[in-house]
């Protein structure tokens, strides 16, 4: 009898010691459901939200955000449907992972720097100020896309819960001469034999696309961005196929990253640097 509860409480030991390991091994809130919510919020919030929308969808050529664009993408050429697709770098959830911790900038950062350092990297393009309109606009649309969602931060990196997941493949197994012929293949119809973009899809290197301060310069970010991504409507390249293209659209020349470049003067810039 006794021995019977003693096995018993061992067993229940085991228990939720395999559950403690299991849960920490999982990705954080499962649970959680990641959506567009169904109503903007009312009066003038509503208004800002619908603003930062539709700056996401025409960042260079829209009045509030062209003159801090310095190439021909939108934040929509990357965070696709304007951020609500949810693999291909989705806006949704993602302000619940704000203030973060940024090991680039070596300090904690909002939601709203994070926002700004795309539009000097990604974007090719001068940091607007902070509070300013564009900017706020853009960020209320982004937290908006987290309504209901909850708050976690981020204590190791400015990424949210939903952000595209790094491929196992080794980056130094790319073969950019075998992804030469996978881009004529499959990807030159849309953004061109140059790379140089068209009517169908946006420049993908040269003067008018992402400098090489952008995550996409980095051959690993690019590859798993694709593979969730890129060709639009029937995104399954394997892992090797999407690494050998990203080092061939990457071993072309597009605009170098100089941080101060990017940077305002100082009235301008609000805080950048702690
Ligand atoms: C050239 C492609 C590209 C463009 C253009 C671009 N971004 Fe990004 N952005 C990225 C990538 C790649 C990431 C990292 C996403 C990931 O790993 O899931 C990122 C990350 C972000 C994040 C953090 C996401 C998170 O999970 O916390 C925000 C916010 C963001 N971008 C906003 C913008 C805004 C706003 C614009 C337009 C002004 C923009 N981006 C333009 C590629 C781009
Ligand atoms: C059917 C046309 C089409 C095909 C095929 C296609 N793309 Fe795209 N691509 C687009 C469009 C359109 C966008 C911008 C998304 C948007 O604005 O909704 C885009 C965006 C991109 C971007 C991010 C923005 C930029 O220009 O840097 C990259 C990188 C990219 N594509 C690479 C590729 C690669 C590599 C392939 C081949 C595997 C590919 N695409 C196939 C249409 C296409």
Request: proline share 7%.
């Amino acid at each position: 009898m006794r021995d019977r509860w003693i096995i018993i409480f061992i067993l229940l030991l085991t228990g939720s010691f395999l559950l403690t390991v299991v849960s920490a091994e999982m990705p954080p809130m499962k649970s959680e459901k990641y959506q567009v919510p169904s109503e903007y919020p009312p009066h003038e919030l509503g208004e800002i939200v619908r603003l930062g929308r539709a700056i996401v969808e025409q960042t260079n050529v829209h009045p509030l955000s062209k003159e801090y664009v310095g190439n021909s993408l939108t934040c929509s050429s990357c965070h696709l449907k304007a951020g609500t697709d949810p693999r291909a770098a989705t806006f949704l959830g993602i302000a619940t992972a704000y203030p973060a911790w940024s090991p680039r900038e070596k300090r904690v950062i909002t939601l709203e720097d994070r926002v700004l350092n795309c539009f000097m990297r990604s974007q090719n393009g001068m940091r607007p100020p902070l509070g300013s309109k564009v900017s706020t606009a853009i960020t209320a649309y982004i937290t908006w896309l987290s309504s209901g969602n909850t708050i976690r931060m981020n204590h190791e990196k400015p990424l949210g819960p939903n952000h595209v997941r790094p491929l196992k493949l080794r980056t130094e197994l790319a073969n950019a001469k075998r992804g030469a012929t996978l881009f004529s293949n499959q990807c030159a119809d849309c953004h061109g034999s140059e790379g140089t973009g068209g009517e169908a899809g946006p420049p993908v290197w040269g003067e008018n696309s992402y400098n090489t301060g952008a995550g996409m310069s980095r051959n690993d970010k690019l590859a798993a961005w694709l593979k969730v991504a890129m060709p639009p409507d029937e995104t399954n390249l394997s892992e090797q196929d999407a690494l050998d293209i990203a080092a061939y659209v990457n071993s072309h020349d597009r605009p170098e990253f100089v941080l101060e470049e990017h940077l305002p003067e100082a009235k301008q810039l609000g805080v950048y640097r702690w």
